[in-house]
């Protein structure tokens, strides 16, 4: 069976789907503080809980005889980590390393871990590879850097073996699950809310980097296609795979007035932009280098292209008007 953390989340609760629907069972452990018991997989069993209290993992563990755990939870928005880093040290590095500890003690020594191309902070070349240098311009991509390393040092010490997934910019939806996040800090459903009329204007954080139009570049991945790459990890380390490192990325980047003018096509709609400051942090491109993904774990990307994209998370929000129904407290959004 598979822990699955942050499973109420965007990218765990896709993964938690496509797992059962391969024939695994699942357990899921969140704390809804971020994720929607909506978006919660019916054939999974669902602990409420944090991933910081070690009784609780060590049980579940153990009653569910869990082989493997993919790990998803944590904060993940890079202007809170910087106005609040105490709070992604807490969440993200001791809740993480409790957990990890206390698989360990249940005798689970496999993990597959969302980590981000966040740690690589500005690139040096481009596209990314996986040796390429790490270092994180924001607290949020230290504290995944953190747990890459704490993985490594207990692979050496206590035979833990990993994969650390590092993500580029997860975007689009399944026919049930999408991107809602409160409030929601990724460019694609903030451009697509726009041509909704929910937010008056997409926000462009800065036109004078030196790219070709002078807006950040960023490598989209399908969230689907995250999801599989996780399957492929995961049965990686259960051949007998070695501690690894991937990226998963498309490989192909796109400006940010790239991504609004693909989404007026897909919309047909108007959509407006707002230029704003550069935010501190924000390299100019971030692009994988996906070899290692289609070579070690025969990674094959299914949507590769970014109108396909953003058309998947544009259905899921005309289905989902309000996103999900209500928040994880159950309360109804106004
Ligand atoms: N979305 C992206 O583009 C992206 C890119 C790179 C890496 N990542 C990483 O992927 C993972 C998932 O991202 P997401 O966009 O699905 O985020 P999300 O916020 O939608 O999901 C995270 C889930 O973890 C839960 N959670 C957080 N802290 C917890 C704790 N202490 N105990 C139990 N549950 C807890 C939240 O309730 C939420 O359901 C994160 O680790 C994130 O850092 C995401």
């Not at 451009?191 to 954080?205: D, E, T």
């Not at 108007?270 to 996906?290: F, M, N, W, Y």
């Not at 949507?303 to 309000?322: A, E, N, V």
């Amino acid at each position: 069976m598979i822990l699955v953390t942050g499973g109420a989340g965007y990218i765990g609760s896709v993964t938690s789907e496509l797992l059962t629907a391969q024939g695994e069972d699942v357990v899921v452990l969140d704390n809804l503080s971020r994720g929607h018991r909506e978006s919660l997989n019916p054939a999974a069993i669902f602990y409420e809980g944090n991933i910081g209290d070690r009784d609780l993992v060590i049980r579940i563990a153990r009653e569910h005889s869990i082989d493997a755990c993919i790990h998803f939870a944590a904060y993940a928005y890079v202007g809170e980590s910087v106005s609040d880093p105490a709070r992604y040290f807490e969440n993200n590095v001791e809740q993480g390393n409790s957990l990890l500890g206390a698989l360990l003690e249940a005798g689970v020594r496999r993990v597959v871990f969302s980590s981000t191309c966040a740690t690589y902070g500005e690139p040096e070349k481009v596209p990314i590879a996986e040796d390429h240098t790490q270092k994180p311009t924001n607290p949020y991509g230290w504290s995944k850097l953190f747990m890459e390393r704490i993985m490594h040092a207990y692979d050496q010490a206590y035979g833990l073996k990993f994969v650390a997934l590092r993500y580029f910019n997860a975007a689009g939806a399944t026919e049930r699950l999408g991107e809602d996040h409160d409030p929601e800090p990724h460019l694609i459903p903030n451009v697509l809310n726009a041509a909704r009329g929910r937010i008056p204007a997409v926000s462009v954080f800065g036109n004078d980097y030196p790219t070709t139009d002078g807006t950040p570049t960023r490598d989209y991945v399908h969230v689907s296609d995250l999801a599989s790459a996780h399957i492929l990890a995961l049965n990686y380390l259960r051949s007998g795979g070695e501690s690894e490192k991937v990226n998963l990325g498309s490989g192909h980047g796109h400006t940010v007035l790239e991504v609004i003018e693909a989404a007026r096509e897909v919309t047909k709609r108007p959509i407006a932009v707002k230029i704003e400051p550069r935010r501190p942090g924000d390299p100019s491109h971030l692009v994988a280098d996906p070899t290692k993904a289609r070579t070690l774990l025969g990674w094959r990307p299914s949507f590769p292209d970014l109108s396909t994209i953003l058309r998947t998370d544009w259905d899921w929000r005309l289905g989902h008007p309000l996103g999900y129904a209500s928040s994880e407290n159950g309360k109804t959004k106004n």
